[in-house]
């Protein structure tokens, strides 16, 4: 909706635009915040038919759903596309309620420090021509943020301006009240660029999550919620090594997903759910009852019949049940009524008493051979079998009770040390632990290497089983002319190295999976700190419970849900990214930026100038810009500069007091104190008749503005 326009209507109050590659800032210079502030883009739309044509700008866009098709007028912070910016003025001053057929207000507008005489000669046009506005000035968006803080630090005759905004890092000294645009420098790192490099951190980080899940909004979201300026970098790395510093640093973003344990239920629902298993076990529990007693009552009628036809045997009736003769019925007889009788006593909570073992007998084992019949031979031969047999169980039973004893009394003696010291005997079963797993995990690592063609473990592998495979010996020195190994080249081979190795070091696993099972049981017990690990998991990476691991997926606690394991597969984590995103200001080198970092660029910058400029600007750095908003930046900042200085040498940071929109305030300030009237006119202003004579990038000089290397200089101002 439209402001009102009636309060400025035939009057020469400025119009402000701070006119940023990210986002824009307009209203009038009277007003103590911008009324318009949107992200600087346009998006073209027509419907379906082709007929109507829309133009979005600014939040429009994004309400639309139209961001992916959306540009910006800006290219690397300076103007380009005069059409775009076009579409953006008409929206700010159809938005200020301007109803008139051109615009009769001043317009301020900041640009970037050295902005190009092109870039300024589209914007001149722009308001000059289209809006046929009376006048037009222009700015360093930065030395307007600086004149909006001029703080109580003495004298403002030197300072030194850190501009770290969207598109680059900006360095400005103030000297003789004005800015020193010759000795500005630029670092090609700002919001822009830790957005792009944050995305690509996190999609090599996270190889497995698609890209389109880690948009440029996302990004963006990471970097400015929850990045900050480490105070000390590399002491910080060594400490996130360690999983109980990491742990409370590691943010943990939780993207959507289908579980297949189903949506989670309230503790009501729960019960409600438990109740019904509950119930349904019951009846299952009835119904198995019904079954079981319908199945005995049939064994004891079928038991009836056969009981009937012992007293009445009858060949052709034996035959009608399926037996052969008498005595198989009467097997079947006993049979039976020994499982009614268990399957009551059961019934009845009855314990039957073990079955007595009876001696085997063995014949004709002691009986030469010339004293049997072929007949009692062959039994002897069955015996002496039987008697093998009978002795190798005897000798594993009575292992086994050995084995058992030998088991209670390593306990026994491991019940005596843990009595005797708790803490040597913790100690040592953590270090008998660490020993197993350990080789798991050195095993494991060596298969994933060998499983990998490229691997120079898997090369030598393959060395080694190609000597095998050779016929010939191997000469102590191979000529390339003479023999050429091929072993390998085929994929054929590889299935035959795949089939050599995939049975290597099972058993190795199943005696450590045994180990680890005992001192976790052990662990678990005794040691309240312990946390099981999932060693032999479905899992089986090498680097599972790694550093690499931790960073990657958090530490686990060991007391997650199954739930809680399935959602960790869906997060990403910020942990190292945090602080590694923001170093790049002072460590541009970590992004492979081929540049100086802040602190050594305005250091170098400074030593441009005599000693008392050195002094004045040290005392008086002033920090702003959106990118500037890290925690812990500006301590960073003092704490380096600091370094750099003499003892005596005092040293002052101050931050804005809003860096994202101290830059329209003060230049909102300035083109009030500046406003022209008719019997004063103000020297910051190019009028139209100075415009057609002096060009269309012509520039008049002021204490905030770029200098203008044209043909004609007017006069400078100073910065207060």
């Known amino acids: 909706m439209a402001n009102s326009y009636d309060s400025y209507r035939n ?7 701070d006119a940023g590659s990210h986002s824009l800032r307009a209203g009038w210079a009277d007003q103590k915040l911008p009324p318009l502030i949107f992200d600087n883009i346009v998006a073209k739309h027509k419907d379906k038919k082709g007929t109507h044509h829309r133009i979005l700008v600014g939040n429009n866009v994004h309400l639309a759903g139209l961001t992916g098709a959306a540009k910006s007028a800006f290219d690397g912070g300076v103007l380009v596309n005069s059409d775009l910016m076009e579409h953006t003025l008409d929206y700010i001053f159809l938005r200020l309620g301007i109803d008139t057929d051109r615009v009769h207000h001043p317009v301020l507008m900041t640009e970037p420090v050295c902005n190009p005489l092109h870039s300024r000669k589209l914007s001149s046009e722009l308001l000059f021509e289209v809006y046929q506005a009376p006048s037009v000035s222009y700015g360093i968006d930065a030395c307007f943020s600086y004149y909006n803080n001029q703080m109580p630090l003495g004298s403002s005759q030197g300072g030194f301006i850190v ?41 090599m980080k996270f190889s497995s999550i698609p890209p389109v899940k880690i948009s440029p909004a996302d ?96 060949n052709a009736e034996l035959r009608s049940h399926g037996f052969e003769s008498l005595a198989e019925c009467e097997d079947v007889v006993k049979e039976t009524e020994v499982a009614i009788k268990k399957a009551r006593n059961k019934q009845l909570g009855i314990v039957e008493p073990p079955p007595e073992r009876d001696e085997p007998v063995f014949l004709y084992l002691d009986v030469p051979d010339s004293e049997l019949t072929e007949e009692q031979k062959k039994e002897k031969r069955k015996s002496r079998l039987l008697k093998a047999g009978h002795d190798a169980r005897e000798r594993a039973r009575k292992d086994k009770e050995q084995e058992r004893l030998r088991e209670e009394e390593l306990l026994r003696h491991e019940e005596e040390a843990r009595n005797a010291d708790f803490g040597k005997w913790l100690t040592e079963l953590r270090a008998k632990r660490q020993l197993v797993v350990d080789k798991v995990r050195a095993r494991q690592r060596k298969r994933a290497q060998l499983a990998d063609r490229r691997s120079q473990a898997s090369q030598m592998r393959m060395k080694n089983i190609a000597s095998l495979a050779s016929d010939e010996p191997t000469p102590k020195r191979r000529r390339k002319a003479q023999t050429e190994d091929t072993f390998g080249a085929d994929d054929d081979d590889w299935g035959i190295y795949r089939e050599i190795k995939g049975v290597e070091d ?61 959602a960790r597969d869906y997060q990403i984590h910020l942990n190292v990214e945090r602080i590694r995103i923001p170093e790049v ?33 040290i005392e008086n750095v002033f920090v702003t810009g959106g990118h500037s908003q890290y925690p812990n930046f500006t301590t ?45 006119p103000s020297s910051i202003w190019i009028q139209r008749e100075q415009w057609d004579e002096c060009g269309h990038d012509y520039l008049i000089e002021h204490a905030l503005s770029n200098r203008y290397y044209g043909a004609s200089i007017l006069k400078r101002d100073t910065l207060f």
């Open 163 to 203: 501009s770290a905004n969207h598109n680059g890092t900006v360095l400005l000294p103030i000297w003789d009240s004005r800015c020193v645009v010759e000795h500005c420098r630029r670092i090609s790192y700002g919001g822009l660029q830790s957005v792009d490099y944050m995305m690509k951190v996190l999609q």
């Open 219 to 314: 990004a963006e979201s990471y970097v400015h919620n929850h990045c900050y300026v480490s105070l000390d970098y590399m002491n910080e790395l060594r400490e996130l090594s360690n999983p109980q510093s990491l742990a409370p640093k590691d943010i943990a973003i939780q993207f959507p997903y289908i579980s297949k344990f189903g949506p989670t239920l309230t503790a009501e629902e729960q019960e409600r759910a438990a109740q019904r298993r509950k119930e349904q076990g019951r009846r299952l529990q009835e119904q198995a009852a019904k079954n079981r007693e319908e199945k005995l009552r049939k064994k004891e009628e079928y038991l009836e019949v056969l009981n009937a036809l012992l007293q009445n045997p009858d």
């Open 636 to 680: 960073r900042l003092y704490n380096e500069i600091r370094a750099l200085c003499e003892p005596s040498q005092k040293v002052n940071i101050v931050l804005a007091r809003d860096p994202l929109l101290d830059a329209w305030k003060g230049a909102a300030k300035y083109a009030l104190a500046h406003r022209p009237s008719s019997d004063q």
């Open 585 to 617: 200001l002072f460590q541009p080198s970590i992004a492979g930026l081929d540049q100086a970092g802040v602190v050594e660029v305005l250091s170098d910058v400074i030593e441009r100038f005599d000693q008392a400029a050195q002094i004045r600007m």
């Open 11 to 17: 009057s020469s109050m400025p119009i402000v635009v």
């Open 506 to 566: 099972e058993d190795e696993d199943e005696e450590d999976a045994l180990l680890l099972s005992k001192y976790d049981g052990l662990l678990t017990t005794h040691d309240p700190e312990f946390v099981p690990e999932d060693i032999f998991g479905e899992n089986k990476s090498p680097f599972a419970n790694t550093l690499i691991d931790y960073l990657s997926h958090g530490v686990p606690t060991g007391r997650e849900t199954e739930i809680e394991k399935e």
